[in-house]
């Protein structure tokens, strides 16, 4: 089992910036595959951004290219996802996941098998 466990949301205004950290522990090595989704109220999960553990693939979701950027650092099995450029509509919880998909597929979120509880992010306008 791998437990996974987010941190570094908040409360962040309009054009501003955040930095998301997921720790992983229990079973080694991490999941092949680090990826974040988010979720608003009312509103479907979202993929925003996926890893491998190498970190020759990474993918981004549409809504946040160009303004997110996902890293890895697998001695401290730790996946951070740094948000830039800020808007009201990235406001959701963020939840890190891990699994072995393969690229073609990180935007499939029934294909991670470990989930963290979520942190939130509130962009204030």
């Known amino acids: 089992q791998v437990q996974l466990a987010e941190s570094g949301g908040g409360l962040a205004q309009a054009g501003g910036s955040l930095r998301l950290s997921c720790a992983a522990s229990?079973?080694?090595?991490?999941?092949?595959?680090m990826g974040w989704f988010r979720q608003a109220p009312g509103k479907e999960r979202e993929f925003v951004a996926a890893?491998?553990?190498?970190?020759?693939?990474?993918v981004y979701g549409n809504s946040v290219k160009g303004r997110f950027t996902v890293s890895r650092d697998n001695d401290k099995n730790t996946v951070y996802l740094k948000m830039n450029d800020l808007k009201p509509e990235d406001t959701a919880v963020y939840y890190c996941?891990?699994?072995?998909?393969?690229?073609?597929?990180?935007?499939?979120?029934?294909?991670?098998?470990?989930w963290g509880q979520g942190t939130q992010v509130t962009v204030s306008s």
């Open positions: 229990g079973r080694t090595p991490t999941p092949y595959c």
């Open positions: 890893i491998s553990r190498g970190g020759v693939n990474i």
């Open positions: 996941a891990g699994g072995s998909a393969p690229a073609s597929a990180f935007e499939n979120a029934r294909r991670y098998e470990y």
